[in-house]
């Protein structure tokens, strides 16, 4: 079936240092694929989008690339400051009804 | 625009009482998901809404957990009855129009349920 793997449940970086959050996945469609950031107190919302037609998705200084040939979609920052600190969740839609999660990666990034 | 609208924000049951929970979708959205959160099993679907009509009832958590849609502006949750184990956020969203592959869900902040 289809599935979304986020190895790191937490990362802990220090403010400048860069951002690499892991994300695979496995479906047997032309799938669209999201990157949601949940911040304390609130719900999880988009941070970026990426479908076939297009292999990148750029959000607010965070970058992921489409691999259709690794099955990944790595999230980016080159420099993360201590307001990135929120959980990231790698999502999947597989053009049915349903969004498939990742278990989410905590990141935390001291001053 | 307001965005998901979701009531209580907290709520503390005692084992074995009924609990309702509340969901307001952005206006104009078709559908409306519940989902469940916890550290250990992430982001868990427990129901779909498409038009008001239920696509999916949530499998394994279909025995206590029921989610109604009156009508396209309003939603609720019951459990019933509530364990511990149910101790959780639950999370609402809405979409325009998933099928086409936009995805995009818009929650919103969550009930915490905590059983005692």
């Known amino acids: 079936g289809d599935s979304v793997t986020q190895k790191q449940g937490q990362v802990t970086l220090s403010e400048d240092d860069f951002l690499f959050i892991n994300c695979t996945y496995s479906?047997?469609?032309?799938?669209?694929l999201f990157w949601y950031v949940q911040y304390p107190g609130q719900g999880p919302q988009l941070l970026l989008k990426v479908t076939t037609a297009n292999n990148k998705g750029i959000s607010r200084g965070f970058e992921a690339t489409y691999d259709k040939g690794t099955t990944s979609f790595h999230l980016q920052k080159a420099s993360v400051q201590e307001s990135d600190s929120a959980v990231y969740f790698c999502?999947?839609?597989?053009?049915?009804?349903?969004?498939?999660f990742g278990k989410g990666t905590h990141l935390h990034v001291l001053p | 625009d307001a965005g998901v609208t979701q009531t209580p924000r907290h709520e503390v049951a005692e084992k074995g009482q009924t609990i309702i929970l509340k969901c307001e979708p952005v206006s104009g959205h078709n559908d409306l998901f519940w989902y469940r959160q916890t550290k250990i099993q992430g982001l868990e679907l427990l129901s779909y809404?498409?038009?008001?009509?239920?696509?999916?009832d949530g499998g394994a958590f279909k025995d206590r957990f029921k989610a109604e849609m009156l009508n396209s502006s309003f939603s609720t949750l019951k459990i019933q009855p509530t364990e511990p184990k149910d101790s959780a956020v639950y999370l609402c969203?809405?979409?325009?129009?998933?099928?086409?592959?936009?995805?995009?869900?818009?929650f919103g902040e969550g009930s915490k349920l905590t059983v005692l």
């Open positions: 969203a809405s979409s325009l129009v998933p099928g086409l592959n936009t995805g995009q869900l818009y």
């Open positions: 999502a999947l839609d597989t053009n049915a009804y349903k969004v498939i």
């Open positions: 479906t047997t469609t032309y799938p669209t």
């Open positions: 809404f498409r038009s008001k009509s239920l696509m999916e």
